[in-house]
C-alpha cells in the first residue's frame, strides 16, 4: 500500500487555495444534483413490496 504524502508550509497552503477555488467554481445546482445522484445509485432496490411473511414461531 502507498504511503501518504504529507505537504506543508507554501507548497501545502497552495494546494488548499486552488482547492478552494476549484470547489467554489462548482455551482450548487450541481453539487446537489450529483449527492441526490449517488444517494439514489447506493440504495438498495426491495425486491418486492408485498405482505410480510410470519416467523416459523408457533
Do not use: C
Not at 4 to 33: H, R, S, W
Amino acid at each position: 500500500m502507498k504511503e501518504p504524502e504529507y505537504t506543508e508550509g507554501p507548497k501545502a497552503q497552495e494546494n488548499f487555495e486552488d482547492g478552494m477555488k476549484a470547489l467554489f467554481k462548482i455551482p450548487k445546482d450541481e453539487v446537489v444534483a450529483a449527492e441526490k445522484k449517488r444517494k439514489r445509485e447506493k440504495t438498495p432496490r426491495r425486491a418486492s413490496v408485498g405482505k410480510p411473511q410470519n416467523s416459523d414461531k408457533d
